[in-house]
């Protein structure tokens, strides 16, 4: 499976990439959401794993882009605790999924595992 990880945070691309490509998926880094938007236009992936808070474009702005244009299933991580209303506009949005950051990577496998089939 190809999967876009779309987070400003290096260290939290860098343990999903390097747990998801350790199970055989195929893997592509985006730092922003403008960065996530580009890519999706010029590649095709199966899934998009995306922070909401970012700099540049937020997460939420590149998922109103991405699912109504590229119909990609998009997973929102989000650390959101202060306040949640820009996670329910991403599900209203068409995000498929969300998890609190911190995650279990286990979590994360079971729901990419879901979009696999």
Known sequence: MKI???DDSIIVRNQIVNHLKGLGHELVEAVNGKDACEKVADETFDLVIMDINMPVMSGLEAIKK?????K???IVISALSEDS???VDAILAGASNY??????????VDVVNFFEK
Not at 66 to 70: A, L
Request: hydrophobic share 45%; proline share 12%.
């Open 72 to 74: 990609v299933p998009v």
């Open 85 to 87: 209303s820009d996670l």
């Open 66 to 70: 991405i699912i109504p244009e590229y």
């Open 99 to 108: 998890l609190h950051k911190p995650y279990d990577l286990e979590e994360l």
């Open 4 to 6: 876009l990880v779309a």
